[in-house]
């Protein structure tokens, strides 16, 4: 039996129509043309499909879209507002961030998450705040770096600042 709910994704609202146990991640992407978000592993190990719900990480291959309901969702289509990139998309692109990309939504969206809650995290918190996400091509050193550059950018920092605490 299939259902109209409403969805409000990157502040704007939609209205489906979905199964009962249809996963938030198969709607983002089947229903909505949200593509961004990745599928791997459909299990929730691999965070892949990482958006943000009401503030807090969620695995969208393990939230039924029912229950996306009445909940503000981010993904990574809305990080970049128009053609200007978030600070977190501008540092993966200029410190090597990702390779393949394949998990680059997901790491970008737990990086946001972490960087709203702790604006000044120590690359331990960083490796901890991204620890569900898998990255098959990377050491994640360059990941780290990357969310480091934007934590500092987000805080204001000026690009000399930046340089210098680089160095």
């Given at each position: 039996?299939q259902?109209i709910?409403?969805l409000?994704?990157?502040?704007?609202?939609?209205?489906?129509?979905v199964?009962?146990?249809?996963?938030?991640?198969?709607?983002?992407?089947?229903?909505?043309?949200?593509?961004?978000?990745?599928?791997?592993?459909?299990?929730?190990?691999?965070?892949?499909c990482?958006?943000?719900?009401?503030?807090?990480?969620?695995?969208?291959?393990?939230?039924?879209?029912?229950?996306?309901?009445?909940?503000?969702?981010?993904?990574?289509?809305?990080?970049?507002?128009?053609?200007?990139?978030?600070?977190l998309?501008?540092?993966?692109?200029?410190?090597?961030?990702?390779?393949?990309?394949?998990c680059?939504?997901?790491m970008?969206m737990?990086?946001?998450?972490?960087?709203?809650?702790?604006?000044?995290?120590s690359?331990?918190?960083?490796?901890r705040?991204?620890?569900?996400?898998?990255?098959?091509?990377t050491?994640y050193?360059?990941?780290?770096?990357?969310?480091?550059?934007?934590?500092?950018?987000?805080?204001?920092?000026?690009?000399?600042?930046r340089?210098?605490?680089?160095?």
């Open positions: 039996m259902r709910i409403h409000n994704i990157n502040d704007e609202n939609y209205e489906v129509i199964r009962p146990r249809e996963s938030l991640l198969d709607v983002l992407r089947n229903k909505l043309n949200l593509t961004g978000t990745k599928q791997g592993c459909n299990e929730g190990d691999c965070g892949a990482t958006v943000i719900m009401d503030g807090r990480t969620v695995n969208a291959c393990l939230v039924l879209a029912v229950e996306a309901e009445g909940r503000k969702v981010l993904t990574v289509e809305g990080l970049a507002r128009g053609p200007e990139l978030h600070p998309q501008e540092a993966f692109i200029r410190h090597g961030g990702f390779q393949c990309g394949f680059t939504p997901g970008l737990s990086a946001k998450a972490l960087l709203d809650e702790n604006p000044d995290p690359d331990e918190q960083i490796r705040g991204i620890s569900g996400n898998l990255c098959r091509c050491g050193a360059k990941i780290v770096e990357s969310i480091r550059e934007a934590a500092r950018a987000m805080r204001g920092e000026t690009a000399d600042e340089m210098q605490a680089n160095a």
